[in-house]
């Protein structure tokens, strides 16, 4: 095996670092024109000319080496950790041709480190626009390095990017400056102390507790207590080693770039002017939501109708196809319609995973951060919060690890927490299908009741998230410094490309977790609505035809009550049975339990279960919500998702933690089981209670 | 009375001449909040919290309670 170089990507946020590792690896990470898309390190391989192999290291987007958010310390961690199997050979500063001058600041502090270092100016297709001439000789002798011009957007300097890359052993290791001369007495004391560090590495360690909390420093351990200042002078020595930088940056550019203000078109100011007003911005923000949600409904009924109707035809194909038997039972009543479950929504999702995309790749994510911050902070919360709960309408993991950029941990706590109350995209399938059996169809001023009252589901997802954000704050003491700063990227046409992948990725990874899920758990369910323990269940026919015999009854008739007196006493009926004491003030039936139940692994599965348990023994082949629709309450008879029950369900999946993978998520990023736990007792027994309630008001 | 930037109108334009208080995140200063740098009020939330700022080229918002510690010389057009 040869050798392979590690390659670490780094960068301020938001210059396109990740679309310079999907140019280099042919991988599809996410991009996105907010800073903070990517939190956590991310690995690809890329093939470099003569042979040679990178392992490419895609990393959070930090301003600088002194971290002020748990994203940004991911950076530090690696770069200070010598023997991280990640460590670096070479170092790759992602910068923006726009904003260079900030850019360099993290790059003149990795040339401190002594490593080798390529600089990458990336979107080098704005340089006309924004009238950028850049003197590349002067600006690689100045900064001691080798420079690749590059735009990922129009595949531009990638080649020359790997080959400076796979001549990495030949770039100079020497700092760029000198930023020690700021306070020459501290640092030469510094150097005498320890002798075998590298200097600007031990200053890094000494700071770092002065920003952030800690860093795993075991290999200079006794550096932390080097103590020769206070807490106040060191960071007054930050800021002016920052200012020193910084000077050493604007007399590099003062020649090495020039700027044509006169050809420089900006639209910013005339879009900002609109987007953030005080008046205009926030209707234009609920205008955005509104037509969202009208689209997910009217956009996406006609496909849904015919996913739903060819997966009913496939389970009756199926049947007519194969040999009778256990096997052709089980892909017919079990898997097939499980399936058809999820597969059903994939429309909906894509178009939600669309539109939070496209919000996203615009750069119009920042002005919402913006505009919210306020309103946010009366519930505990940042304006930053903001992104989390609106992408966690597609989905509480990604939404819970986007925290990662909230600088203050109560903060950052407190979005987590009440994250998992956003209407993911694991409701949405429950909501539709309940939505479209127990709400009428008509329409006021051009908007369905239907959609509404979707809407209405997401608001109160919203609501319960701001109100127990409230209480939270109240709560929780938890002392941490807040601050806020947001930097606001220009605008930018979403590129097809990105928001297609977005799109696609999202969509096949809903679909293939929940299929994985769906399938396993459609299996199992199936074997438990096919077989039953003792007399009950396997002498079914014999004690249905004694019960009826005075009735009459047709052959057809005959057999239906068979087969529900069998489901009833199957493993799964009468595990159903015993908890429908639980449920029926609820106004649910034992089915509709075993669906609430095994929801608690993925709520998606709700319609995928009762399509498996109406499917067992039930020979016509119908759609899932004709199935729904038919299903009579046992003691009131009538349709048993009514008005009260389907209402009572939807404030159930409203507030209920049915989700494992957001549990295990929100105990990776608290490190503690005290919070998911808490989460999940809190909200579930909150969500019993309100459909209790709404049921009982409402019969 | 000291002027901050929390004293600037929209659309106003100031030279920040001071960024030393503690107060202060050493983010901003390494997003170019740096003394000797033209800073703009781009937009103002409501209630002029966050402030939207233009500094030297760099868009960032940050809070009020940022703001009223950076000093600042107003430029008068
Ligand atoms: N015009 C132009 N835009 C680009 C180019 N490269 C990336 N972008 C856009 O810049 C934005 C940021 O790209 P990302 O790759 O997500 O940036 P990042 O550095 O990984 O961002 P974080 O992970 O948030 O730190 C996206 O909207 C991209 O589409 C380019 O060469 N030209
Ligand atoms: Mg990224």
Redesign the pocket.
């Known amino acids: 095996m040869s050798k392979q170089i590690n390659v670490a990507l780094i ?1 301020n ?7 310079v590792f999907n140019a280099l690896t042919g991988l599809n990470q996410k ?8 939190v956590e390190k991310k690995e690809g391989i890329c093939k470099l000319p003569r042979g040679v192999k990178a392992h490419i290291i ?1 990393l ?2 930090t301003y600088s080496l002194n971290a002020s958010s748990l994203d940004e310390n991911v950076v530090i961690e690696l770069l200070l950790n010598k023997n991280d199997k990640d460590f670096p050979d070479v170092a790759v500063v ?1 910068s923006d041709v726009e904003n260079l001058k900030r850019n360099l600041l993290l790059f003149t502090q990795i040339k401190d480190l002594e490593i080798p270092v390529i600089l990458v100016i ?5 340089m006309i626009r924004k009238g950028i001439s850049l003197d590349i000789d002067y600006l690689e002798q100045q900064l001691n390095t080798k420079i690749a011009l ?5 595949s531009k300097g990638i080649d020359e990017l790997k080959e400076l890359i796979s001549n990495y052993k030949e770039l100079s290791v020497e700092p760029c400056m000198h930023a020690s001369e700021i306070d020459k007495d501290y640092f030469d004391g510094l150097r005498k102390a320890f002798p075998n560090q590298l200097l600007y590495k031990l200053w890094l360690v000494i700071t770092q507790d002065v920003n952030f909390g800690k860093t795993d420093r075991n290999e200079i351990d006794p550096v932390a207590n080097f103590k020769t200042k206070s807490k106040a002078d060191l960071k007054r020595l930050q800021q002016k080693e920052t200012i020193k930088r910084y000077q050493f940056i604007n007399d590099t550019l003062k020649k090495g770039q020039t700027i044509d203000l006169n050809t420089a078109t900006d639209l910013r100011i005339k879009f900002d002017r609109v987007l953030t007003h005080k008046v205009w911005g926030y209707a234009i923000f609920l205008i955005i939501l509104l037509t969202i949600f009208q689209a997910i409904y009217d956009w996406s009924s006609v496909p849904m109708d015919f996913i739903d109707s060819a997966f009913a035809s496939l389970s009756e194909w199926t049947k007519n196809v194969l040999p009778s038997g256990a096997f052709t039972n089980l892909l017919a009543e079990g898997i097939i319609p499980g399936l058809g479950g999820i597969v059903i929504f994939i429309p909906q999702i894509a178009f939600l995973f669309l539109f939070i995309s496209v919000l996203e ?1 615009s750069g119009y994510m920042s002005r919402v951060v913006f505009l919210m911050d306020r309103g946010m902070r009366r519930f505990g919360l940042s304006g930053k919060s903001v992104v989390p709960l609106i992408s966690g309408t597609a989905c509480a993991i990604p939404a819970i690890m986007a925290t990662r950029n909230i600088e203050s941990w109560k903060e950052r706590l407190i979005t987590i927490l009440v994250t998992p109350f956003t209407t993911c995209s694991a409701r949405l399938p429950v909501y539709l299908i309940i939505i479209s059996l127990v709400i009428p169809e008509g329409r006021i001023f051009g908007l369905g009741y239907q959609a509404l009252t979707l809407m209405l589901l997401y608001l109160i997802g919203f609501g319960a998230a701001l109100i127990s954000a409230m209480i939270l704050n109240k709560v929780l003491k938890i002392k941490s410094k807040t601050f806020f700063v947001v930097e606001m990227p220009n605008y ?1 046409w979403p ?1 097809l490309k ?1 928001v297609a992948l977005t799109v696609l990725e999202k969509t096949k990874s809903f679909v293939f977790g929940a299929g994985k899920i769906i399938l396993a758990i459609s299996i199992v369910l199936w074997f438990l609505a096919s077989y039953g323990p003792g007399d009950d269940f396997n002498k079914a026919e014999d004690i249905v035809a004694k019960e009826y015999a005075s009735q009459n009854l047709s052959e057809e008739e005959l057999q239906q009550h068979i087969a529900s007196y069998k489901l009833e006493h199957s493993f799964i009926g009468i595990t159903g049975r015993a908890i429908e004491p639980a449920i029926r003030p609820l106004g649910y039936d034992w089915k509709i339990g075993i669906a609430i139940v095994s929801s608690f692994a993925a709520r998606e599965v709700f319609v995928g279960t009762l399509a498996t348990i109406y499917s067992v023994g039930n020979d016509d082949e119908d759609t899932i919500k004709n199935r729904m629709a038919g299903e009579v309450n046992p003691i009131l008879g009538g349709p048993l998702f009514n008005f009260a029950s389907g209402i009572s369900l939807l404030l159930f999946y409203a507030f209920a933690m049915q989700c494992m993978s957001t549990l295990a998520i929100v105990k990776r990023e608290t490190n503690s089981w005290k919070w998911p736990i808490l989460q999940l007792t809190i909200m579930s027994a909150f969500a019993y209670i309100v459909a209790l309630i709404a049921y009982q008001v409402l019969t | 009375m000291e002027v901050t930037l929390a004293h600037l109108k929209r659309g106003e334009r100031g030279i920040i001449i001071d960024v030393s208080s503690i107060h202060i995140p050493l983010k901003l200063l390494e997003m170019g909040c740096l003394p000797g740098n033209e800073v703009e009020l781009v937009q103002v939330a409501p209630f002029a919290d966050p402030m939207y700022l233009n500094v030297n080229g760099t868009h960032l918002a940050i809070r009020k309670e940022t703001a009223i510690h950076i000093l600042i010389d107003i430029i008068n057009e």
Do not use: C, F, L, Q
Not at chain 1, 122 to 126: E, G, Q, S, T
């Open positions: 960068g946020p938001n210059t396109g670092k990740t679309s991009v996105g024109n907010y800073p903070g898309i990517t895609d959070p987007g992602v990336n979107m080098a297709d704005r590059v735009s990922t957007r129009k790749e930018k590129m990105n």
